[in-house]
Every structure is written in structure tokens, then in C-alpha cells.
């Protein structure tokens, strides 16, 4: 467990500063993965931007004092549980950041409202978090596989992609993201042809790919991430799945995946994010301040980190306290508003809300630059983007 | 039109060619690790770090120094052959007269350096890699669209397994290194080199890793992690065809690299898990291996 201390610039600002409130002491942990498949959509560069959103609050001259650190939670489930709950219980760790890996964010999801903590998901995907597995203690803040299926799939749909074939990723989010897909496609006219589960994480699709074309289907989606989807999309080029007619759907992908396949192979892909480093003159002052720190651009779940910490900082302060449920109750009352999400709002079932981008790998000629990735074709406005509330089975509705 | 087990032949063929291409790896690494257990009586766990070293090789060698994968496929495996001589000499050379684990546990911390600098430097994404272009395309098949670069994996696998099964089995230098392996002292009295040979075996098997990670890196994505994934699975099938058989670890390779492609048509949930049940088996009727010989 690596400790990244902001303790002696915070003790430093607060002994001088004459203060005139208390001081509130918060620790949060960063969980994810550090060694695996999301270690670089995630990972250090996730701690790296909470640490920066503690700087950018100024928090120590609020009389707030911060302390991050982090662990590995390998992607495991009982990893991940065990981590959480040694932070709650003998570290005194008041919020979970990050937890990548639908699997573990659920089991997060438990131990935290179990023990009446704060959990602030950036890295996962199971639309589950805000739906049947809803939880008064978690926000959900990026992304979930209902708004990635509905932005992609309804797309693809619309321009003609009728019948679709799944490559799916044999855990939680794998199986959330084929059913939440395969919903929207059904409500718009297309059909499921085929779909086959994959064992993740995988290394060798051909077998997978070669099934996804003597299917016939117009499109092959892709419902995994990370690695799996590298490899997926690299071998699915190499296989001449699109010359010879189908195309590909990418459900989760993120800007380090395409910077990793190159354009060259990735060019022509459709996908959706919840964040984008080239977006507008906030996004892209944050994202080069971070590219000093980690030498790459940031992924749109760092920059969820970033933001939720900022918003529950924003919590603390008011509040001038840490108890999970005032914390909780002031994020959601309170509208969000930060550089990288711009305006938005949490609602009651954590589901953070704010608008998400269609994109489209551009042709590698296009392109300016080493991060220069992405085309916006369009900008899903914040009220579409997600699954309708009262549609989620959340007992926190009413 | 017949169908076995609800699958058409034509799928079932196309899986056939899937699992032999997959095979070629399995082959070529169980292979020098086979090779490099016979001899040296070390575990080498650092296989799959190398392997993966083998294709980040090739990549640096095309984009620091502009050479084409041909001669990535000729200098990278002779680059990382020659770390793993330093690496034989330094370290792994003072282990010969301890117990097997003591090896294992040498290489396995060697693996786990190798790949968390790889980590930090390069990070696990992976890096692109493009098959050259004499070998992009493909041919259609009737049955199924076979990347020309595939194929390519398998001919080039099954030469480089069979050259070097012959060389041990049926050249004068293969006695030497058999007969090293049996009584390495008499064989030091004909005024033999042993030692140095045992380095050179090293790296040889090392540099086959290297070799099957070049093949590797336009097809799967060149990350830190490419070996570990595979590393277990290869383990696998060198315990099946029975450790130190260098036949054994080559037909097991391809054989197994076909059930596993197998599995995937028709349970594909298994596939990750099938080469493990196999070995509980063999290990259950046959502990040695089934090309093994029981000691």
C-alpha cells in the first residue's frame, strides 16, 4: 500500500493560517487496479488526480487536511472487499475512490453502506450501482453501461447496423453492458443475432471473432474493456472482419485503448465517452497540467476522480464535517459544477448526471497529433444521457 | 448439411486452424522451457517476461532505431538470448546445486522486475505493432478467412520446433548436451565445456521466448502483462507432455492449443480453464507426463 501524504503542505498552510473554522481531517483511499489491465486508465493516474483536485480545492487553507492513499485491488472481488473493509475498520478511511471492475465496485457498494461510509465509483461500469444495487452512500460518477449502450448502440442503430453479434466479457460488466445493449437495440428495431462470453481477461479472439463473422451480423460489438478490447479490435483488423462488410461497435472504450491500437487499426470506430482530454479550454488546461504529472493524457475515469473529489470536498466544507449521510445528503442537494464535467447534478440514486459525447476514431491523416483521437459527431445532452430514474429499480426511489 | 454437436464443419474446421495457430505459441515456449529444464534443471518462470521482452524488443528496435520486423525477428531474439546469458552467469548459475524451488522462486522475482519496469516505463495499455505489409491480407478459404500472418505464426513455429528438436535429438552437439544432462561430470572429462554449454542452453531457450514474442507482437497487443497471461497456461502443457521432453513439449503444444480452440466453439466459458483439467488428469493417471519418463 503506497501512502501518498498531502499531510505536510496541509499541517504547513493550516498552523499558519489563522483560521477561523475547525479543522475537519478526511482520508480517502483510492482503490483500483495498479498492476492489471485498467492500471493505466486507472491506477496511479487516478491517484494522481484526486491529489490534484485536494490542490486545486486549496483545501488546507479551508482548514480541511487530506490524506490519499491507495491499494491494488487486482481486479478481484475478495481483494478488493478485504482492502475496503481494513480501510474502514483500523485506517479510518472515510471515502472509496475509483474501484474499476464492475465485480469490485459491488462488493465496495456493500461493505460502504454497510459500515455507513462514502464511495465515490469514477472507475466502474454495471449500471447495477444506481439501479437494483442502489446504495444512499455511493455516487456513481462517469459512466455506467446503460448510458455507453444507449449513446453507441442507438447510433449504430439509427445508421442502418440492424443485427448485431455480442463479444462479451464473461463477468458483471460484461453481462450488464450485452443487456443493457441488447435492450436499446431491440426498442429501436434491431435484432441479437449471437453473442458468446469470453473468459477476462483473454488474450486470443479468433476463435470469438471468427464465430461473430460466420454469424452474418452487420455489427460486432465488443462488450469488454481494456486489454480485452485492444486486442479484440486489433485482431478483429487483422481477421478483415470490416472489409469484408460487418462493422464494429466498441461499448467501452477509452482514449488510452485507441491511443494503444493506433489509428491505423482503430480508424472508423464508434464509441462513447463521458469525457473527452480535447473538449474545451477547461478540459484541456486540466488535462495538460495532468500529462506533466503522468506523461499521457488522462482517461475520462480520472477525471471523474477528479471531479467527485472536488464536489465532496465541496461537501465537507460546507458542511464543515465528514459524517457520511450529511455528507451524502449535501452532495446530492448541492448541483455539481466542475472544469471537466461542467454543470450537472447527483440524483438519488448516486447516478451523477451530465452530458456524454459520441465519437468517432479519426482517419490517422486527420490527425494532429499523438492524442489527437477523436471526432465528436455528437453531444447527448445531460438529461438523455442516463437510464430515465424511475426505470432502475432502485429502492431509493420513491 | 450435417452439423456435429449443432456445429457446422466449416466453424469447426475454421476452430481446428484457430487452436493449431494457437498451439504454435504453447509449442515454441513450452518448448525452451522443456529445453532449458532438461539441462539445467531450473523452472524457468522468467519464461513469460522474456517472451514478453522478445516482442517490447522488436518494438523498440522499429521505433528508436526504424528496423523492420525480418530482422526484429533475427535481433530481438538474439538481444534477449544474451540477457539471458548475463542473467544465467549472474544469478541463476549459483542455484545448480539447490533444491528446484529455489530457481522457480529466482525466476519468478526475475519476472516480476522484468515486467513491473516494462509497467512503469511503457505502461500496460500496450503499444502498437503492425503486421509488415508483405504478410497483411489474408486467404479465404472456403471455410474461413485465414489471416496470411497466422499462418505464417504456424510455419514459422513448426520450423523453428522441428530444427531444434532435430539438432538436440539427431546432431552431434545435441549428444553433447544430452549426455550433459544425464552425467554432466563425464562429460566434462572428455574435455567438454559444460558450463559454458549450460549458458549457451540458456539462452537459446530464452532466445525462443524472445522468438514467439516477435511472432506474437503484431497480432496481440505488446503490454508488460502479454507473458504472465500466458506463462501459467504454457506451465500447463510442459506438466502434460511430461517435463524435459522436447517432443513432448511440442505435440502437447499444438495438441492442446486445438482443445482449447475446441472449447471455445462449444463451451466457451471453459476455454480458460480446459488445459488445467486436462492436467489434473494426466497428473492423476500418468504423473510423468505423457511423453515423460518416470526417473
Not at chain 1, 475547525?22 to 494522481?48: F, I, P, Q, T
Not at chain 1, 465528436?376 to 429502492?395: M, N
Not at chain 2, 496470411?148 to 548436451?177: H, P
Not at chain 2, 537459446?204 to 503490454?223: E, H, T
Request: charged share 15%.
Amino acid at each position: 500500500m503506497k501512502k501518498t501524504g498531502f499531510l505536510l503542505t496541509a499541517l504547513a498552510t493550516s498552523l499558519f493560517a489563522s483560521t477561523a473554522f475547525a479543522d475537519v481531517a478526511v482520508k480517502l483511499g483510492v482503490l483500483n487496479d495498479r498492476s492489471g489491465v485498467y492500471s493505466d486508465l486507472a491506477g496511479e493516474g487516478s491517484v494522481v488526480a484526486a491529489q490534484m483536485a485536494v490542490d486545486d480545492f486549496k483545501a488546507a487553507e479551508k482548514g480541511i487536511t487530506v490524506e490519499i492513499i491507495s491499494a491494488d485491488h487486482q481486479n478481484k472481488p475478495d481483494v478488493a472487499s478485504n482492502i475496503a473493509r481494513q480501510w474502514y475498520d483500523q485506517d479510518g478511511v472515510d471515502a472509496i475512490l475509483d474501484v474499476p471492475t464492475s465485480s469490485a465496485a459491488l462488493a465496495v457498494n456493500d461493505i460502504t453502506r454497510e459500515k455507513n461510509k462514502v464511495f465515490l465509483n469514477s472507475g466502474a461500469g454495471t449500471s447495477d450501482l444506481t439501479g437494483k444495487a442502489c446504495s444512499p452512500n455511493t455516487v456513481h460518477w462517469t459512466y455506467d453501461t446503460w448510458q455507453l449502450a444507449h449513446g453507441t448502440a442507438s447510433a449504430v442503430v439509427a445508421n442502418g447496423g440492424k443485427s448485431w453479434f455480442f463479444v462479451t466479457a464473461d463477468y458483471a460488466f460484461g453481462q450488464a453492458m450485452e443487456r443493457d445493449a441488447t435492450e436499446v437495440i431491440k426498442a429501436n428495431g434491431g435484432e441479437v443475432v449471437g453473442a458468446v462470453r469470453h473468459p477476462f481477461p483473454g488474450t486470443d479472439f479468433s476463435s470469438f471473432l471468427l464465430q461473430a463473422q460466420s454469424s452474418g451480423a452487420q455489427v460486432v460489438a465488443f462488450a469488454n474493456a481494456g486489454g480485452d478490447t485492444i486486442n479484440s479490435v486489433k485482431q478483429a483488423s487483422e481477421f478483415g472482419l470490416v472489409q469484408a462488410g460487418q462493422s464494429l461497435a466498441g461499448l467501452l472504450v477509452f482514449a488510452n485503448d485507441i491511443h494503444s491500437l493506433g489509428l491505423q487499426t482503430a480508424q472508423g470506430l464508434v464509441l462513447t465517452e463521458s469525457f473527452y482530454w480535447d473538449l474545451n479550454d477547461q478540459t484541456r488546461e486540466w488535462s495538460a497540467r495532468f500529462e506533466e504529472k503522468m506523461n499521457k493524457k488522462p482517461s475520462m475515469v480520472q477525471a471523474g476522480v477528479y471531479a467527485s473529489v472536488l464536489h465532496y470536498l465541496k461537501a465537507v466544507e460546507a458542511l464543515d464535517g465528514k459524517g457520511a449521510g450529511e455528507v451524502m445528503a449535501k452532495m446530492k442537494e448541492t448541483p455539481t459544477d466542475d472544469p471537466l464535467f461542467g454543470k450537472g447534478t447527483i440524483r438519488v440514486d448516486g447516478r451523477h448526471i451530465h452530458p456524454s459525447y459520441l465519437l468517432r476514431v479519426k482517419k490517422p491523416e486527420d490527425s494532429k497529433g499523438e492524442w489527437d483521437l477523436y471526432d465528436i459527431v455528437d453531444t447527448i445532452p445531460a438529461e438523455e444521457s442516463f437510464r430515465p430514474l424511475d426505470q432502475g429499480g432502485c429502492s431509493l426511489v420513491k | 448439411m450435417f452439423e456435429l454437436l449443432g456445429i457446422p464443419p466449416q466453424a469447426l474446421f475454421g476452430q481446428l486452424l484457430l487452436g493449431l495457430i494457437n498451439g504454435a505459441f504453447y509449442a515454441m515456449l513450452s518448448l525452451g522451457l522443456a529445453i532449458i529444464f532438461g539441462l539445467l534443471n531450473i523452472i524457468n518462470f522468467a519464461h513469460g517476461a522474456q517472451y514478453m521482452l522478445g516482442a517490447l524488443v522488436s518494438w523498440m528496435l522499429l521505433n528508436y532505431f526504424g528496423v523492420p520486423y525480418w530482422w526484429a525477428l533475427l535481433l530481438a531474439p538474439v538481444v534477449v538470448g544474451i540477457t539471458g546469458v548475463v542473467l544465467e552467469r549472474l544469478l541463476i548459475s549459483r542455484l545448480y546445486h539447490l533444491d528446484h524451488l529455489y530457481g522457480l522462486l529466482l525466476t519468478f522475482g526475475l519476472a516480476l522486475i522484468i515486467q513491473g519496469l516494462a509497467r512503469n516505463y511503457y505502461g500496460i495499455s500496450g503499444l502498437p505493432y503492425t503486421i509488415p505489409s508483405q504478410l497483411s491480407g489474408g486467404q479465404n478459404l472456403g471455410f474461413m478467412f485465414l489471416p496470411n500472418y497466422r499462418a505464417w505464426v504456424v510455419v514459422a513455429s513448426l520450423i523453428v520446433c522441428m530444427t531444434t528438436w532435430f539438432v538436440i535429438e539427431k546432431t552431434r552437439l545435441g549428444a553433447y548436451l544430452r549426455a550433459a544432462t544425464e552425467n554432466p561430470t563425464l562429460v566434462g572429462a572428455f574435455g567438454i565445456n559444460v558450463p559454458r554449454m549450460i549458458t549457451l542452453t540458456y539462452g537459446f531457450g530464452v532466445g525462443l521466448a524472445a522468438f514467439a514474442g516477435v511472432l506474437a507482437a503484431p497480432i496481440y497487443s505488446v503490454n508488460p502483462n502479454m507473458g504472465a497471461d500466458l506463462i501459467v497456461v504454457v506451465f500447463a502443457v510442459v506438466v502434460i507432455g511430461g517435463m524435459g521432453s522436447i517432443l513432448g513439449s511440442i505435440i502437447t503444444g499444438f495438441g492442446l492449443g486445438i482443445v482449447e480452440g475446441l472449447t471455445r466453439v462449444f463451451y466457451p466459458e471453459a476455454s480458460a480453464v480446459v488445459i488445467f483439467v486436462i492436467m489434473a488428469i494426466v497428473l492423476l493417471v500418468k504423473p510423468a507426463g505423457l511423453f515423460g519418463r518416470t526417473a
